[in-house]
């Protein structure tokens, strides 16, 4: 009589410090790292548009280049926060070759390499006058954030982003650590397609960060 409700509070007791660890995993494995968030990343925008419901043949149709990327590597988009390289020194052109920028240069093994492949990646609409957002989950700060755009007439759905496509807009100072980062950025005469590059030097160690972001200049 009085053990049955003696042992549903350990069994209460015994759940709720399960999931308490659970949760705890789970915020470590999140709260590492970090990506631009708007205009979203490739990985990060696949992780947004189908995180939960990847498994969607529709999405071979509506959104054709996260569904090459998600059978790929699905990891890549569980981890869309793990997309860095480690003790570059700054030489970034030397570690990634031509071609495997949106990727890290094959970081993780090549996780990301289905970042790299040309298609017609879903673009958000921006003007000419437009701002970045990378979202720092780890808090790590920021030595310095560099944003390139790709060069007039560079064609995402057919090119992979090479060092000389690109044009340098801007280099920031640091940034203390926080969950967010913004640049604000100004091109002029932009129209069409576009791929933002961003780099981000992380301030606790020498761990670097690079995203292609898709865009659409409207104006
Ligand atoms: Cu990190």
């Known amino acids: 009589m009085h053990a049955r409700p003696r042992r549903w509070a350990f069994r209460l007791t015994a759940l709720l410090s399960a999931s308490a ?14 990506s631009v968030v708007d205009p979203a990343s490739r990985n990060y ?58 990727g890290g ?15 017609d990646w879903k673009a958000a609409n921006i003007r000419n006058n437009f701002t970045i957002r990378l979202w ?20 995402p759905t057919r090119q992979k982003v090479r060092w000389s496509d690109l044009q340098l807009l801007a280099k920031t100072g640091r940034y203390a650590p ?21 780099i981000w030097q992380a301030s606790h160690m020498d761990q670097t960060f690079f995203f292609c972001s898709d865009v659409n200049f409207t104006s």
């Open 21 to 34: 660890a659970c949760l705890v995993a789970w915020a470590g494995a999140a709260n590492a790292h970090g």
């Open 45 to 102: 925008g696949c992780w947004l548009r189908w995180g939960s419901d990847f498994q969607n043949p529709s999405m071979a149709q509506q959104d054709p280049m996260c569904w090459q990327a998600w059978q790929a590597n699905p990891n890549a988009m569980w981890n869309w926060n793990g997309l860095y390289r480690e003790y570059l020194g700054g030489n970034f052109q030397a570690a990634i070759p031509d071609g495997t920028l949106c």
């Open 105 to 119: 240069g094959h970081a993780e093994n090549g996780r990301y390499d289905a970042m790299d492949v040309p298609g």
């Open 136 to 155: 720092d989950q780890a808090r790590h700060g920021a030595d310095y954030l560099m944003v390139y755009v790709t060069k007039p007439g560079f064609d």
């Open 178 to 198: 926080g969950e967010y980062y913004t640049v604000n950025l100004s091109t002029s005469g932009r129209s069409g397609r576009a791929v933002i590059y961003t």
